[in-house]
C-alpha cells in the first residue's frame, strides 16, 4: 500500500526527515512512536502532502504511484487521510456541511455525482452512532470551541465517514478520556479491513493495548531508528527512549 | 429650500427648447453625451411625465450643479467625467405590451448564462419580476395576483403615470433631492427603477423581485426606488444585478427610499455583483448609491446586501427610525478582490423611544484590494432607551489588501446602549490544508471559509438568493489566491 524510501525533508532549509524508510501493507496497523520534536507529524503531514515540506530526496509511492507531484487533496482522493493532532476550527461551517463537502469533492474528482442527500444522512446516522456522537454536535462550526476530546472525536468520525484506504492517525488519543478512547478505538477497529492500513502516531501504549499494532517504529531525530512488534511499545512505556538513542549513537 | 416653479420651467422652456431645437431630434434611443437642463428635460419628456415630475428632476439638477464630488470616503479613482456619460438609453424594440414569453430570446439566453433563468424562477421560486435593462423595464409578471391584493409593483414611470399622487407625496421625502451629489444626480436623470407599494394590512404574499444589468457602454445608470409599506403590510423585496465585462467605467448612482409606516415591515435584499474590473484593475462599474428607509411607529425595515461586483463602491443602506419602537437592521457582505475598493456601512438613526438597530458587517478582501466598513448610529437627544449592537469582521486573504472599520457613534441621550464589536481574521494555510487533506481544493476551501464567516448575513436572504449569493461569493473570489 504505502512505500516510503529514504525519504528527506525540510522546513525553512531545516531539515526534519532525514531518511525515512518504511512499508505499509493492507490489512496492517503501524504504530510510529517516538519523543517530541522526533518528527512524527511531519512525517504524516509530508505524506498527506503539506506544500509548506520540501521534499529533498526519496519517494513516497501509493499503490505503485508516485505521490511527488500530487496536491494534497489529489493525495486524499487516492484515500490518504490524516487525523490531526491540532485540528483546526473553521467558523461558521457546520461538521455536517464540511463532511458533505469532502464527500462530494472526492466523489467529483472520481467523476461521480454528488450523493444523494438521503445517503449522505444514513451514513452521517450510522457513523455518528459508531462513534456515540450527538447529533446536535453535527450541526456545530468545525472544531470550534470543541474540547480537546471532542476534536479527536470529531477526526475519527471523519475518518469513519470517508473510508480512507490509508488513515494516519496524529495523536488521536491525546485528548481523550478512558471511555472516549475506548469509543473511538473501537470505532477504528470495526472500520480496518485487510484493504486498507492505519498508521497511529502515538506517545502511549494505552492506545495500542485496543488498536494493535503489527509493527512499532521508533522515530528519531528523523530517522526509524528501531522497529519492532507490538511487545517494543511495552518495552519503550517502560524504559523511555534513552536506551534507544544510546543504542543508535554507540 | 427656493422651489423651481411651473413659471420658471416655463421661462425656461421658452428659452432653451427652440434655441437648440432639441427635443425634435431625439430620434436614436441614447441619446447624446452631457448633461444639461435640456437634457433632462428630454428625459422628462421621453418619458411623457407631468409637469410636476420636470420642475422636480430641474430643481434636483440645480441643486447637483452646484454641489462637488464628495471626496471622504477611503477610494481612490477616477472621477467621472459627467459630461462624458450619455443619461438615457432604451434596449431597442420595446413593447410595453409584452409579456414575459415575447422577451427577445437573445436576451433570455443572456440571462440564462448568467444564471438568472426569469422562466424557472418564475414557475419555482413564486417571485414577480420587474425586469429592467438599461433602465427601461421589458417585463413584468405576477401582476394579476399582487393586484387583486391591491400591491402595485411596476417600473417607477409607469407609476408616475398611473399613481402620480403616490409617488408625488413620497418620492424625495427619505432622500431628499439635495442629500448628497449622486442623490442629486440621479433625481435629475433617473431613467427608470420600481415602485412598489403594498396597502394597509397586506402581507405581500411573495418575493418581489428587480434583477438590473447595465448592458450598453458608456451609458450611466440611474435607478429609482420608491417602496411604500402601508400600515401593517408586510413586504420582502429582492435586488440583483449582474453586469458582462466592460473596458471602460462606467457610473452607477441609484436611489432607493423605502417607507414604512405604522406597524409596517420591509426586507430589502440585494445581491450585487457588478463587473469590479479585470484582475489589473482596469474597467469595471463606480457604483454610488443611497438606500434609505424610513420607520414610522413599530415598523421594521432590514437591509441585507451581498456585494462582490464594481470597482468603487459607496454605498451605506440606512434607517431612520422615526417612530417610537421602530426596529432598523443592516447586514452585509462586501467581498473585494484585485484591485477592488469599497466604502460601505451603514447609518441607523435613532429618533424615536425605544428604538432598536442591528449591524452585521462582514468584509473579505482579496488581492490588493483595500474594504472599508463606516457606520454611523446616531441617536436624538429625545430617543429614549435606544439600543444598537454592531458587529464589523473582517476577513483577509493574502498580505496585499486592507480592511478597515470607521464606527462611529453619536449618541445624545444618556440611555442609549449601543455595542459595537469587530475582528479581523485571516484565512490560515493550516485551515487550508486542512481542507485539502479531506479532498477539498483549494479553491473550494477558501469558499468553504468565506461562507462559514458570511453564514450570519447568509441566513438572513430567502433561500434561493441565498444559494445564488453562495455562488456569487465563490465566483468572485476565484483565482484569489496564488
Ligand atoms: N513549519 C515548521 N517550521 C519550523 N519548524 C518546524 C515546522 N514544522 C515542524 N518543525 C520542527 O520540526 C521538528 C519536528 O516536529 P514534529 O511536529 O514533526 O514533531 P513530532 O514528532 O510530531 O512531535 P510531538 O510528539 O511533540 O508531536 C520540531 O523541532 C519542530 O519544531
Ligand atoms: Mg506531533
Same mark, same amino acid.
Given at each position: 500500500?504505502?512505500?516510503?524510501? @529514504?525519504?528527506?525533508?525540510?522546513?525553512? @532549509?531545516?531539515?526534519?526527515?532525514?531518511?525515512?524508510?518504511?512499508?505499509?501493507?493492507?490489512?496492517?496497523?503501524?504504530?510510529?512512536?517516538?519523543?517530541?520534536?522526533?518528527?512524527?507529524?511531519?512525517?504524516?503531514?509530508?505524506?498527506?502532502?503539506?506544500?509548506?515540506?520540501? $521534499?529533498?530526496?526519496?519517494?513516497?509511492?501509493?499503490?505503485?504511484?508516485?505521490?511527488?507531484?500530487?496536491?494534497?487533496?489529489?493525495?486524499?482522493?487516492?484515500?490518504?487521510?490524516?487525523?490531526?493532532?491540532?485540528?483546526?476550527?473553521?467558523?461558521?461551517?457546520?461538521?455536517?456541511?464540511?463532511?458533505?463537502?469532502?464527500?462530494?469533492?472526492?466523489?467529483?474528482?472520481?467523476?461521480?455525482? @454528488?450523493?444523494?442527500?438521503?445517503?449522505?444522512?444514513?451514513?452521517?446516522?450510522?457513523?455518528?452512532?459508531?462513534?456515540?456522537?450527538?447529533?446536535?454536535?453535527?450541526?456545530?462550526?468545525?472544531?470550534?470551541?470543541?474540547?480537546?476530546?471532542?476534536?479527536?472525536?470529531?477526526?475519527?468520525?471523519?475518518?469513519?465517514?470517508?473510508?480512507?484506504?490509508?488513515?494516519?492517525?496524529?495523536?488521536?488519543?491525546?485528548?481523550?478520556?478512558?471511555?472516549?478512547?475506548?469509543?473511538?478505538?473501537?470505532? $477504528?477497529?470495526?472500520?480496518?479491513?485487510?484493504?486498507?492500513?492505519?498508521? $497511529?502516531?502515538?506517545?502511549?501504549?494505552?492506545?495500542?493495548?485496543?488498536?494493535?499494532?503489527?509493527?512499532?517504529?521508533?522515530?528519531?531525530?528523523?530517522?526509524?531508528?528501531?522497529?519492532?512488534?507490538?511487545?517494543?511499545?511495552?518495552?519503550?512505556?517502560?524504559?523511555?527512549?534513552?536506551?534507544?538513542?544510546?543504542?543508535?549513537?554507540? | 429650500?427656493?422651489?423651481? /416653479?411651473?413659471?420658471?420651467?416655463?421661462?425656461?422652456?421658452?428659452?432653451?427648447?427652440?434655441?437648440?431645437?432639441?427635443?425634435?431630434?431625439?430620434?436614436?434611443?441614447?441619446?447624446?453625451?452631457?448633461?444639461?437642463?435640456?437634457?433632462?428635460?428630454?428625459?422628462?419628456?421621453?418619458?411623457?411625465?407631468?409637469?410636476?415630475?420636470?420642475?422636480?428632476?430641474?430643481?434636483?439638477?440645480?441643486?447637483?450643479?452646484?454641489?462637488?464630488?464628495?471626496?471622504?470616503?477611503?477610494?481612490?479613482?477616477?472621477?467621472?467625467?459627467?459630461?462624458?456619460?450619455?443619461?438615457?438609453? =432604451?434596449?431597442?424594440?420595446?413593447?410595453?405590451?409584452?409579456?414575459?414569453?415575447?422577451?427577445?430570446?437573445?436576451?433570455?439566453?443572456?440571462?440564462?448564462?448568467?444564471?438568472?433563468?426569469?422562466?424557472?424562477?418564475?414557475?419555482?421560486?413564486?417571485?414577480?419580476?420587474?425586469?429592467?435593462?438599461?433602465?427601461?423595464?421589458?417585463?413584468?409578471?405576477?401582476?394579476?395576483?399582487?393586484?387583486?391584493?391591491?400591491?402595485?409593483?411596476?417600473?417607477?414611470?409607469?407609476?408616475?403615470?398611473? +399613481?402620480?399622487?403616490?409617488?408625488?407625496?413620497?418620492?424625495?421625502?427619505?432622500?431628499? /433631492?439635495?442629500?448628497?451629489?449622486?442623490?442629486?444626480?440621479?433625481?435629475?436623470?433617473?431613467?427608470?427603477?420600481?415602485?412598489?407599494?403594498?396597502?394597509?394590512?397586506?402581507?405581500?404574499?411573495?418575493?418581489?423581485?428587480?434583477?438590473?444589468?447595465?448592458?450598453?457602454?458608456?451609458?450611466?445608470?440611474?435607478?429609482?426606488?420608491?417602496?411604500?409599506?402601508?400600515?401593517?403590510?408586510?413586504?420582502?423585496?429582492?435586488?440583483?444585478?449582474? =453586469?458582462?465585462?466592460?473596458?471602460?467605467?462606467?457610473? +452607477?448612482?441609484?436611489?432607493?427610499?423605502?417607507?414604512?409606516?405604522?406597524?409596517?415591515?420591509?426586507?430589502?435584499?440585494?445581491?450585487?455583483?457588478?463587473?469590479?474590473?479585470?484582475?489589473?484593475?482596469?474597467?469595471?462599474?463606480?457604483?454610488?448609491? *443611497?438606500?434609505?428607509?424610513?420607520?414610522?411607529?413599530?415598523?421594521?425595515?432590514?437591509?441585507?446586501?451581498?456585494?462582490?461586483?464594481?470597482?468603487? *463602491?459607496?454605498?451605506?443602506?440606512?434607517?431612520?427610525?422615526?417612530?417610537?419602537?421602530?426596529?432598523?437592521?443592516?447586514?452585509?457582505?462586501?467581498?473585494?478582490?484585485?484591485?477592488?475598493?469599497?466604502?460601505?456601512?451603514?447609518?441607523?438613526? +435613532?429618533?424615536?423611544?425605544?428604538?432598536?438597530?442591528?449591524?452585521?458587517?462582514?468584509?473579505?478582501?482579496?488581492?490588493?484590494?483595500?474594504?472599508?466598513?463606516?457606520?454611523?448610529?446616531?441617536?436624538?437627544?429625545? =430617543?429614549?432607551?435606544?439600543?444598537?449592537?454592531?458587529?464589523?469582521?473582517?476577513?483577509?486573504?493574502?498580505?496585499?489588501?486592507? #480592511? +478597515?472599520?470607521?464606527?462611529?457613534?453619536?449618541?445624545?441621550?444618556?440611555?442609549?446602549?449601543?455595542?459595537?464589536?469587530? *475582528?479581523?481574521?485571516?484565512?490560515?494555510?493550516?485551515?487550508?490544508?486542512?481542507?485539502?487533506?479531506?479532498?477539498?481544493?483549494?479553491?473550494?476551501?477558501? #469558499?468553504?471559509?468565506?461562507?462559514?464567516?458570511?453564514?450570519?448575513?447568509?441566513?438572513?436572504?430567502?433561500?434561493?438568493?441565498?444559494?445564488?449569493?453562495?455562488?456569487?461569493?465563490?465566483?468572485?473570489?476565484?483565482?484569489?489566491?496564488?
Amino acid at each position: 500500500m504505502l512505500q516510503i524510501n @529514504d525519504l528527506h525533508a525540510s522546513v525553512d @532549509d531545516k531539515s526534519i526527515l532525514r531518511g525515512i524508510n518504511l512499508e505499509v501493507k493492507a490489512g496492517e496497523v503501524h504504530a510510529i512512536m517516538g519523543p517530541n520534536g522526533s518528527g512524527k507529524s511531519t512525517l504524516a503531514s509530508v505524506i498527506a502532502g503539506k506544500e509548506e515540506y520540501e $521534499v529533498e530526496k526519496g519517494q513516497i509511492v501509493l499503490n505503485g504511484e508516485d505521490l511527488e507531484d500530487l496536491a494534497a487533496e489529489e493525495r486524499a482522493h487516492k484515500g490518504i487521510f490524516l487525523s490531526f493532532q491540532y485540528p483546526v476550527e473553521i467558523p461558521g461551517v457546520s461538521v455536517t456541511n464540511f463532511i458533505k463537502t469532502a464527500i462530494n469533492e472526492t466523489r467529483k474528482a472520481k467523476g461521480l455525482e @454528488d450523493m444523494p442527500a438521503k445517503d449522505m444522512l444514513k451514513l452521517i446516522r450510522e457513523k455518528s452512532e459508531l462513534l456515540e456522537i450527538d447529533r446536535k454536535f453535527l450541526s456545530r462550526s468545525l472544531n470550534e470551541g470543541f474540547s480537546g476530546g471532542e476534536k479527536k472525536r470529531n477526526e475519527i468520525f471523519q475518518m469513519a465517514m470517508l473510508e480512507p484506504k490509508l488513515a494516519i492517525l496524529d495523536e488521536t488519543d491525546s485528548g481523550l478520556d478512558i471511555d472516549a478512547l475506548r469509543i473511538v478505538a473501537n470505532g $477504528v477497529n470495526k472500520l480496518k479491513s485487510k484493504d486498507n492500513a492505519v498508521v $497511529v502516531i502515538t506517545h502511549y501504549q494505552r492506545l495500542l493495548d485496543y488498536i494493535v499494532p503489527d509493527f512499532v517504529h521508533v522515530l528519531l531525530d528523523g530517522r526509524i531508528v528501531k522497529s519492532g512488534g507490538k511487545e517494543l511499545a511495552h518495552e519503550l512505556e517502560e524504559k523511555g527512549y534513552d536506551w534507544i538513542k544510546e543504542e543508535v549513537n554507540a | 429650500m427656493s422651489k423651481y /416653479t411651473e413659471d420658471d420651467l416655463r421661462e425656461e422652456l421658452k428659452t432653451k427648447e427652440y434655441e437648440y431645437g432639441f427635443y425634435t431630434d431625439i430620434e436614436s434611443e441614447t441619446f447624446p453625451i452631457g448633461l444639461n437642463e435640456d437634457i433632462v428635460r428630454a428625459i422628462s419628456k421621453k418619458k411623457e411625465e407631468p409637469e410636476w415630475m420636470t420642475a422636480w428632476r430641474l430643481e434636483a439638477f440645480r441643486v447637483w450643479e452646484s454641489m462637488e464630488e464628495p471626496d471622504w470616503a477611503n477610494v481612490n479613482y477616477t472621477k467621472p467625467d459627467f459630461q462624458a456619460i450619455a443619461y438615457y438609453s =432604451a434596449p431597442k424594440s420595446i413593447d410595453p405590451n409584452k409579456t414575459l414569453d415575447d422577451v427577445d430570446p437573445d436576451l433570455l439566453a443572456m440571462y440564462k448564462k448568467l444564471g438568472i433563468s426569469v422562466d424557472e424562477q418564475k414557475k419555482m421560486n413564486n417571485i414577480a419580476m420587474d425586469i429592467v435593462v438599461d433602465s427601461v423595464s421589458v417585463a413584468t409578471t405576477f401582476k394579476k395576483t399582487l393586484a387583486e391584493k391591491g400591491i402595485i409593483f411596476m417600473p417607477i414611470s409607469e407609476a408616475i403615470q398611473e +399613481h402620480p399622487e403616490l409617488v408625488k407625496k413620497y418620492i424625495g421625502t427619505v432622500v431628499p /433631492t439635495k442629500d448628497n451629489f449622486y442623490a442629486a444626480l440621479n433625481s435629475a436623470v433617473f431613467s427608470d427603477g420600481s415602485f412598489c407599494y403594498i396597502p394597509k394590512g397586506v402581507k405581500c404574499p411573495m418575493e418581489l423581485s428587480t434583477y438590473f444589468r447595465i448592458n450598453q457602454a458608456g451609458t450611466g445608470q440611474f435607478e429609482r426606488t420608491l417602496v411604500i409599506a402601508d400600515e401593517g403590510s408586510y413586504v420582502s423585496y429582492l435586488e440583483g444585478c449582474t =453586469a458582462p465585462s466592460r473596458d471602460e467605467n462606467q457610473l +452607477h448612482a441609484a436611489v432607493v427610499e423605502l417607507i414604512a409606516l405604522d406597524d409596517a415591515e420591509i426586507k430589502y435584499s440585494t445581491v450585487q455583483n457588478w463587473f469590479p474590473g479585470n484582475a489589473e484593475g482596469k474597467g469595471g462599474v463606480y457604483n454610488f448609491v *443611497t438606500k434609505r428607509g424610513l420607520c414610522e411607529k413599530n415598523a421594521k425595515i432590514s437591509w441585507t446586501q451581498v456585494e462582490t461586483g464594481s470597482a468603487v *463602491t459607496w454605498k451605506y443602506p440606512s434607517c431612520v427610525l422615526k417612530g417610537d419602537n421602530s426596529v432598523g437592521e443592516f447586514y452585509s457582505i462586501a467581498v473585494t478582490n484585485n484591485y477592488q475598493q469599497a466604502d460601505t456601512g451603514t447609518k441607523m438613526i +435613532h429618533l424615536g423611544k425605544n428604538t432598536k438597530s442591528t449591524i452585521i458587517s462582514k468584509g473579505i478582501s482579496a488581492g490588493k484590494s483595500q474594504n472599508s466598513y463606516r457606520g454611523l448610529v446616531q441617536v436624538s437627544s429625545r =430617543a429614549e432607551n435606544a439600543r444598537n449592537f454592531s458587529q464589523c469582521d473582517s476577513l483577509l486573504m493574502g498580505n496585499e489588501c486592507g #480592511a +478597515h472599520t470607521f464606527p462611529y457613534i453619536e449618541a445624545n441621550n444618556k440611555s442609549a446602549m449601543i455595542e459595537h464589536e469587530a *475582528t479581523t481574521s485571516k484565512i490560515g494555510e493550516d485551515q487550508i490544508f486542512y481542507c485539502n487533506q479531506r479532498g477539498i481544493d483549494t479553491e473550494k476551501a477558501i #469558499a468553504l471559509i468565506v461562507n462559514g464567516f458570511s453564514k450570519d448575513v447568509l441566513n438572513k436572504l430567502p433561500m434561493e438568493f441565498a444559494v445564488e449569493a453562495q455562488k456569487l461569493l465563490e465566483i468572485s473570489l476565484e483565482g484569489s489566491v496564488g
